[in-house]
Structures are given as structure tokens and as C-alpha cells.
């Protein structure tokens, strides 16, 4: 049974910094994309960052040059590594991997994912 844990959420300063961990269990996925996507409050989920496991990666045009995503194949883990935080970056931060043929094509569509983490909470204040 795959399993997706998501850590590192919490409240931050505006300015500040965080990083997220995503440990994934039950499945190897050194070869599928990770990605991380967000939803705030009355809003669709969103893409934020995506990493193939070659380490070719993908952003959304918000976070360009304030987030990095990366992974640790050897630990199954994706992170975000969070800087310049603003409070339009508050949302409920979800990891998540692709499976089945194109599992190691970049995608910013929630729909391409298909095991999701239940989530951490980034709050950032003004």
C-alpha cells in the first residue's frame, strides 16, 4: 500500500523560509515524477514544482526563483525547500507521484498524479 507523508508545514513570517519533505512508502519510485501542488481556501488545487528522477525539473510561474524542488531517490523523499515566502503562498501543500506509462514525463496537471499525501499546512503572515 503506497503511502505519501507529507512534513515541514507551519507558520512563517513573510520573508521567511520553510521545507517541505514528502516520504513515500509501500513503492520505489526512483523513476516516477514527484511534484508538489497547493490549495488554498475557496481555490483549486494548484501546480507548484515538479522533479522527474533524473532531477529535470518544473515550476509554476509564482514560485520561479523562490522555490526549489529536489529528491532523494536512496530515501523514496521530494522536497520544497521554501524562501521569500509571501502570504499568497498560504495554502495546504500536497506531494504527490505519477504511476503508469508516462510516469517519468513532467506534468503540472493534478490529473496526470496519481497518489496524493493528505497535506501540510503553510501559513505565511504579513
Known amino acids: 500500500q503506497v503511502q505519501l507523508v507529507e512534513s515541514g508545514g507551519g507558520l512563517v513570517q513573510a520573508g521567511g523560509s520553510l521545507r517541505l519533505s514528502c516520504a513515500a512508502s509501500?513503492?520505489?519510485?526512483?523513476?516516477?515524477?514527484m511534484g508538489w501542488f497547493r490549495q488554498a481556501p475557496g481555490k483549486e488545487r494548484e501546480f507548484v514544482a515538479a522533479?522527474?528522477?533524473?532531477?529535470?525539473?518544473n515550476y509554476a510561474d509564482s514560485v520561479k526563483g523562490r522555490f526549489t524542488i529536489s529528491r532523494d531517490n536512496a530515501k523514496n523523499t521530494v522536497y520544497l525547500q521554501m524562501n521569500s515566502l509571501k502570504p499568497e503562498d498560504t495554502a495546504v501543500y500536497y506531494c504527490?507521484?505519477?504511476?503508469?506509462?508516462?510516469?517519468?514525463?513532467?506534468?503540472?496537471?493534478?490529473?496526470?498524479?496519481?497518489?496524493w499525501g493528505r497535506g501540510t499546512q503553510v501559513t505565511v503572515s504579513s
Open positions: 504527490a507521484v505519477r504511476s503508469g506509462t508516462f510516469s517519468y514525463i513532467l506534468s503540472s496537471d493534478r490529473r496526470m498524479y496519481d497518489y
Open positions: 509501500g513503492r520505489t519510485f526512483s523513476s516516477n515524477v
Open positions: 522533479v522527474t528522477g533524473g532531477g529535470s525539473t
